[in-house]
């Protein structure tokens, strides 16, 4: 698979771009200090490790609650870290922020990253006692192109096009299940959190799922852009961001048909609920200063979706003599303007997925 085949690969300015991932992994710090404690002493090692790590603050703090929580319980104990992602990942930020005050870095922890995707298996057999995933498992195995016009997002997707997504993503989430089966080690514990989405009466497809205002600002725009001849509509009609958010009983359906699955997990915990902090807004607190809120909004979408705008429908798409670059340019001015113009038509509201397993 090539880079531009991945759903997502290298996202920019992350630390500037990634307080809501932050808030996520925050929320779960009180959880993850009780899965530890409940672990109890652990030999040779404690053997963590977080999948898609990201190269940013939240990777400090998926970990840190656990090792303060081992320490504190067993002082000199040796915890082994590992940060697990993909080759594009900002893995130089990442190593200088474990060793700087604002990282884990301490005698008795080893660090280690493994390389690699989480559909595939990334550690030995065995050889986990702690497993998180923060919000990355909700991205697909591969770059998706269907037959999808009018939508960029699962969320809106119809018919064929919306089975056939819905189907790639149970499967995804089965093989990630199926790695992280064979990695724990028996009595090891798995905390999955990302994006999720809660059944509501009267949306598209049944569903309110995060983000729905943000993906459908994005359509809007690609689709003007497409009108007004900056990019093909071939190529916008058949992209579509290479997401899922599922609901509870999406994430649950694996661990109660697929055999292996079944026996391998006991099942603690598995909820989707709104975000803790703004969760029909994530940027509620600046709605009253315009420009403010259209610039965070724009920061945001471009942390998370330029890779996979730019790579699979600025630059395959662009036409009448326009590159890339320049149609980005104009996709984020026009974000910038319709959040800027209306603010809170096109808020980001959040709902958490938590998995929490347990290794048979
Ligand atoms: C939004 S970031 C989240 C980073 C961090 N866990 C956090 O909560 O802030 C998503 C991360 O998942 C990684 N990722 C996405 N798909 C992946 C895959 N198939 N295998 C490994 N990492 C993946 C991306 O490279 C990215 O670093």
């Known amino acids: 698979m090539s880079e531009t085949e991945r759903s997502t690969e290298g996202?920019?300015?992350?630390?500037?771009?990634s307080a809501m991932q932050q808030q996520l992994v925050n929320y779960h710090a009180e959880r993850i200090r009780d899965l530890v404690q409940r672990l109890g002493l652990v030999q040779p090692e404690l053997r963590i490790v977080d999948y898609g790590c990201g190269p940013g603050q939240s990777a400090i703090d998926a970990v840190a609650p656990a090792v303060e929580a081992y320490r504190a319980r067993f002082a000199d104990a040796t915890v082994s870290v590992c940060h697990a992602d993909q080759p594009g990942n900002d893995w130089n930020s990442l190593f200088q922020l474990i060793s700087s005050p604002r990282g884990y870095a301490a005698p008795g922890i080893r660090t280690a990253a493994?390389?690699?995707s989480f559909y595939?298996?990334?550690v030995a057999n065995n050889s986990v006692d702690l497993g998180t995933c923060?919000?990355?498992?909700?991205?697909?195995s591969h770059a998706v192109h269907l037959d999808a016009p009018g939508s960029v997002w699962f969320g809106d997707l119809r018919g064929a096009a919306r089975v056939e997504l819905a189907a790639?993503?149970?499967?995804?989430?089965?093989?990630?299940?199926?790695?992280r089966a064979r990695e724990l080690r028996s009595g090891g514990c798995l905390?999955?959190?990302?994006?999720?989405?809660v059944p509501q009466v009267g949306e598209i497809n049944g569903q309110a799922a995060s983000g729905r205002g943000v993906y459908r600002a994005m359509q809007k725009v690609a689709q003007e852009l497409a009108d007004e001849g900056w990019i093909k509509e071939s190529v916008l009609d058949r992209f579509v961001f290479g997401v899922w958010f599922m609901t509870d009983d999406e994430a649950r359906a694996p661990l109660e048909t697929d055999p292996v699955l079944k026996q391998a997990f006991d099942i603690e915990d598995i909820s989707v609920v709104p975000a803790p902090y703004n969760p029909t807004d994530v940027y509620a607190d600046y709605i009253d200063d315009p420009d403010e809120y259209a610039r965070l909004y724009v920061g945001y979408i471009r942390g998370f979706a330029h890779s996979a705008l730019s790579t699979q429908l600025f630059t395959p798409g662009a036409?009448?003599?326009r590159d890339g670059p320049e149609i980005a340019a104009e996709f984020y001015r026009r974000l910038h303007e319709h959040y800027r113009s209306q603010p809170g038509k096109y808020a980001g509201e959040n709902w958490y997925l938590t998995v929490v397993l347990r290794k048979t």
Do not use: E, P, T
Not at 11 to 17: F, L, Q, S
Not at 134 to 140: E, I, Q
Not at 192 to 197: I, M, Y
């Open 191 to 197: 905390l999955v959190s990302c994006l999720g989405a």
């Open 11 to 17: 996202m920019v300015d992350y630390g500037k771009n």
């Open 114 to 116: 493994a390389i690699g």
């Open 168 to 179: 790639r993503a149970q499967s995804d989430w089965k093989q990630f299940l199926q790695c």
């Open 319 to 321: 036409k009448n003599g």
């Open 134 to 140: 923060f919000m990355a498992s909700h991205w697909l």
């Open 120 to 122: 595939g298996q990334m």
